[in-house]
């Protein structure tokens, strides 16, 4: 793992969204990558079903390297029986992390896969420092930070967070003229969840 210049180690993560996509993110130097199946996750066109999890996991750890699941959606009743046994297989299969959003996922995973590190979602909108004391007191090891924050507040969260508390940025951004995440009209146009138009609509205003 990679170090900045202040000594402090980096972790490089990549999305990946396929078995064959994960491979590649190695080889080419990611230092972690996080996965998520279609069905309960916001990778929505991702070739990932229950057994690739598996198949990921297995490699990634067999050569020194990380995984971090995604259950980032903001869930349905209807969902939860899913997401209840994707937690079970997890928790089994000793992934480094499960990334979430929604307070009712958050709970089942400490439920049902009570010894998997909680990563809050960039989807959780974090921009604060009280904000990340919160998700701290809820379990949370991990916060990707929400993409629209800005330096000043990032300085502050990392000056003063607890020092056990873990923080991701993305380094890049997203073109989107909304708070990231929240896009209700994203849900009016697409008609479907999770299947954001952005590339078609804010890209272009």
Known sequence: MRKNK???????????GS???AIIAFKYGADAIYIGTPKISLRTKAKIEQEDLEKVVTYAHSHGKKVYAAINIYADDDQYED??????????????????ADGGIIETIKEYAPSIPINISTQANT???PACKFWKN????RVILGREINIENLKKIMKDKDDDLEVEIFIH??????????????????????KCK????????
Not at 6 to 16: F, N, Q, T, V
Not at 84 to 94: F, R, T
């Open 198 to 205: 952005q590339r078609k609509m804010c890209t272009t205003l």
């Open 138 to 141: 809820n379990g949370a090891k």
């Open 83 to 100: 997401i209840i046994e994707q937690c079970k297989m997890l928790e089994k299969l000793k992934v480094d992390g499960i990334i979430a």
């Open 127 to 129: 921009i604060s420092l």
């Open 173 to 194: 951004r997203s073109n989107m003229f909304f708070i990231f995440g929240k896009m209700l009209f994203k849900r009016f146009y697409s008609r479907k969840r999770s």
């Open 19 to 21: 078995y064959e996509k």
């Open 6 to 16: 202040y000594g402090k180690e980096i972790e490089l993560l990549a999305p990946a």
